[in-house]
């Protein structure tokens, strides 16, 4: 892959996929009140608008990343974004142009949710298929930041759609969709499989090793990630809530604010997966560390109600997310083998879409309960966490091996 003239446009193929996947709700947060008054639906009913999506991914991703590991990445990917699209077109067109259009966008968002399922986690599996070393780790650190970029942008670009019609951002996907879809055909070449597909028992077999094996640092490194995302997108539920009640910002300005600590995250996962190589114990150091700034921020935020010190300690919690998840990308990527990679990166994604799932309401009941309970129950989950891969994540290297931080570093479990 080094010698490959086209690399750049591969690993911008790559990248676009998490980019329009996290397009996929956080586009949406700004016309939800338009939606609710348009459709003359309840509270509940506009959530399913984001739900749905959320759960049709997570329950889709462990099929189709078998099916990934079973045929190819590409047959798995191409199909899933025509999918994603066409769900969006269905929505849009149903809010165009019918009298009751509230089921046929449901169904379009779990069309949406389906096809998303078969993006961005199977892209986590390619990128381990194509790249190695300390090219790997910088690939998955642009392939994380490339979904924070998503989340910085996607709530201003959902603002400036809905200038257009309330709608428009349903229309977008489709062409969102396109852009990537030609790039994966054109500028992504696939590895030859081997000859002979695993059967089911035989995978079924090789999965329940590896777990086996590795499971208790698979399962750490699952509720770290679930964790993340849990945490980010609850908050940033609570403050795009007291930006329109206690400061009276909205629409793009909102976009823009929200996108702060988003900008920090995405600029430290860059930085962090460019840096971390395949270094198993500077990784293991970043994710508790990580941890440790989301514990110290959380805590702090208890206290802090002023708009801009407020940020300044958010921002915090941003950079230790920011350290957490490229590492966590490269040890799950990295700790199967290539024929059952696809399944393991994509049960991962699918706990991160149930922490974006839960986290909304979960942090709405926070909101109604206790403000210092809240903060102070998510410091104390982050410190739990933090606690959890300090005990369990042991890294040795294999007697034999002279090179200090080289490839043949490897986890042990205790």
Known sequence: MSNDKHKGWTISAIASIPLILVLGNSMLIPILPKLKSELQISQFQTSLVITVFSFAAALSIPVLGYLSDRFSRKKVMVPSLILYGSGGLLAGSAAA???QAFLWIIVGRVMQGIGAAGTAPIAMALTGDLFKGREQSRVLGLVEASNGFGKVISPIIGSLLAIIV???????????????????????????????????????????????????????????????????????????????????????????????????????????????GKNMRRMKRLIIIGLVFMTISFSLLTWIKQMIPFFSVLVISSIGTGLVLPCLNSFITGSVSKDRRGFVTSLYGSVRFLGVAIGPPVYSMFMDWSRTGMFLSTAGLTLFVSLLSLIFIRVKKRSGEGRRDSLFEKIQFT
């Open 97 to 99: 142009w019918l009298d």
């Open 166 to 276: 309330w709608y428009a951002a349903f229309f977008a996907f489709p062409l969102f969709c396109l852009l990537s879809t030609f790039l994966l055909i054109f500028f992504v070449k696939e590895k030859k499989r081997q000859a002979q597909p695993l059967t089911v028992r035989t995978y079924v077999k090789g999965l329940v090793s590896v777990f086996r094996m590795e499971g208790r640092w698979l399962l750490v490194a699952y509720l770290t990630g679930a964790v993340c995302l849990f945490t980010l997108f609850g908050i940033l539920f609570y403050i795009s809530e007291i930006l329109e009640k206690d400061y009276q910002i909205n629409g793009v300005v909102k976009g823009g604010v929200l996108a702060i600590p988003l900008l920090f995250l995405t600029t430290t996962s860059y930085v962090t997966g460019s840096k971390i």
